[in-house]
């Protein structure tokens, strides 16, 4: 069984940064999409930003130019490197990854909380 195992998150100050990682565990299978998401209190999860593979990145457009997100494929590990942090970025944050269409998987959540 495939799982997500998430390190990282806790508590800084605007303008601080935080670095997320993400490691698969339990899995032979190399995840096609990676990528984080995020869900705040009372607000549906959205995406972060996602990687390929490949390489190809995406991001949302509230944290183009200062997140970086990039990915071992020999590790199975996606990394979220978060700079200029904002109040905004508060903010349950997700691991996620993709086998195939109908298999996806999420970390367990941890939190970042970005204080004024």
């Known amino acids: 069984q495939a799982q997500l195992v998430e390190s990282g998150g806790g508590s800084v100050q605007a303008g601080g940064s935080l670095s997320l990682s993400c490691a698969a565990s339990?899995?032979?299978?190399?995840?096609?999409?990676m990528g984080w998401y995020r869900q705040a209190p009372g607000k549906q999860r959205e995406l972060v930003a996602t990687?390929?593979?490949?390489?190809?990145?995406n991001y949302a457009d509230s944290v183009k130019g200062r997140f970086t997100i990039s990915r071992d494929n020999t590790k199975n590990t996606v990394y979220l490197q978060m700079n200029s942090l904002k109040p905004e970025d508060t903010a349950v944050y997700y691991c996620?990854?993709?086998?195939?269409?109908?298999?996806?998987?999420w970390g367990q959540g941890t939190q970042v909380t970005v204080s004024s």
């Open positions: 996620w990854g993709n086998i195939g269409a109908a298999y996806n998987y």
């Open positions: 339990g899995t032979i299978f190399r995840f096609n999409g």
């Open positions: 990687i390929t593979r490949g390489g190809n990145t």
